[in-house]
């Protein structure tokens, strides 16, 4: 049984940086796609950043720049550093993991098959 495992979040002024971790268990086989996803009250779900099985990263074109997606295969265990958060980076932060061998790790929900409980980032101005 795969475990997806989301914490980091935090409440932090504008400009200032956090470290979203995302712990894999219970899965030990080819490295799978990671997403970051995020839901702002009142707002839809949207993809945030995501990285494939070869470690190449995607981001949204609003985190271009502020936000860095990596992985340490060794600890099972991807993280999503964030700088200079604005007000509207405020959301609840998902990561999702696809383990479909050669997974193209885009931001299509649909794809990810096993979800964090999610962790709450809060940016005040």
């Known amino acids: 049984q795969v475990h997806v495992v989301d914490s980091g979040g935090d409440s932090v002024q504008a400009g200032g940086s956090l470290r979203l971790s995302c712990a894999v268990s219970?899965?030990?086989?080819?490295?799978?796609?990671i997403g970051w996803f995020r839901q702002a009250p009142g707002k839809e779900r949207e993809g945030v950043a995501t990285?494939?099985?070869?470690?190449?990263?995607m981001y949204a074109d609003s985190v271009k720049g502020r936000f860095t997606l990596s992985q340490d295969n060794a600890k099972n265990t991807a993280y999503l550093q964030m700088i200079s958060l604005k007000p509207e980076d405020t959301a609840v932060y998902y990561c999702?993991?696809?383990?479909?061998?050669?997974?193209?790790?885009?931001?299509?929900?649909?794809?990810?098959?096993?979800w964090g409980q999610g962790t709450q980032v809060t940016v005040s101005s």
């Open positions: 990285i494939d099985s070869d470690g190449v990263t």
């Open positions: 219970g899965y030990t086989y080819y490295t799978p796609c």
């Open positions: 999702a993991v696809d383990t479909e061998w050669r997974c193209s790790g885009g931001f299509e929900e649909y794809d990810y098959n096993y």
